[in-house]
């Protein structure tokens, strides 16, 4: 279901991944470093399909998301940082879109409850954005208005993710935490 990106040949697999996608939609592309983790989505196959990123946030102008929205004045951020994330480079290639969507959110859903994860900001496609509160029914709140950023409108967005965990049953698109096994590499 998943790969943590733990070497530098998952590094450039995931990088291919999300920037491929981004151009294809049209977004400004950014190669930043900041301390992450980066997981490559597969699917039943064991093809790699999409990525998914978790940021350590901070309540402070440094991290780049809070110059786009001020998450940071948002009280409830403010009351436990270390039980927030933010979530980024979120994609999946498109020949694999639809189907693949529950195993990306169970990826989110397993790392959070891992780290105990309350709280997560994100800015969110429009689109993704109904799409996870209207089928997925993702508890998650709009805490602005849309903004324009990186080539679309985004919806800055918190997600609760201990909801989910602590309420497995009610989502039924929610799958087992899977790694996908690790393969070595044969030279002949």
Not at 9 to 37: P, R, T
Not at 64 to 71: G, S
Not at 98 to 109: A, E, M, P, T
Not at 120 to 148: D, H, Q, S
């Amino acid at each position: 279901m998943y790969l943590k990106v733990d070497s530098l040949a998952l590094l450039n697999s995931f990088n291919q991944i999300w920037m491929e996608c981004w151009l294809e939609k049209g977004y400004v592309l950014e190669n930043e470093n900041s301390a992450s983790d980066r997981y490559i989505i597969t699917d039943s196959k064991d093809h790699r399909v999409g990525t998914i990123e978790f940021k350590h946030y901070r309540l402070d102008l440094l991290n780049n998301i809070n110059t786009v929205f001020p998450f940071h004045e948002i009280e409830e951020m403010a009351k436990n940082p270390s039980s927030v994330i933010e979530i980024d480079k979120v994609a999946i290639l498109k020949q694999y879109r639809g189907k693949n969507l529950d195993r990306l959110l169970s990826v989110f859903v397993h790392y959070s409850e891992k780290h105990e994860i309350s709280h997560c900001v994100v800015l969110l496609e429009r689109m993704f954005y109904k799409a996870l509160r209207n089928v997925y029914k993702i508890p998650l709140t709009a805490v602005g208005e849309k903004i324009y950023y990186k080539g679309d409108y985004v919806i800055p967005s918190i997600i609760y993710p201990k909801e989910i965990y602590q309420n497995k049953k009610n989502y039924s698109w929610l799958l087992n935490d899977h790694p996908a096994p690790k393969r070595k590499l044969i030279f002949t």
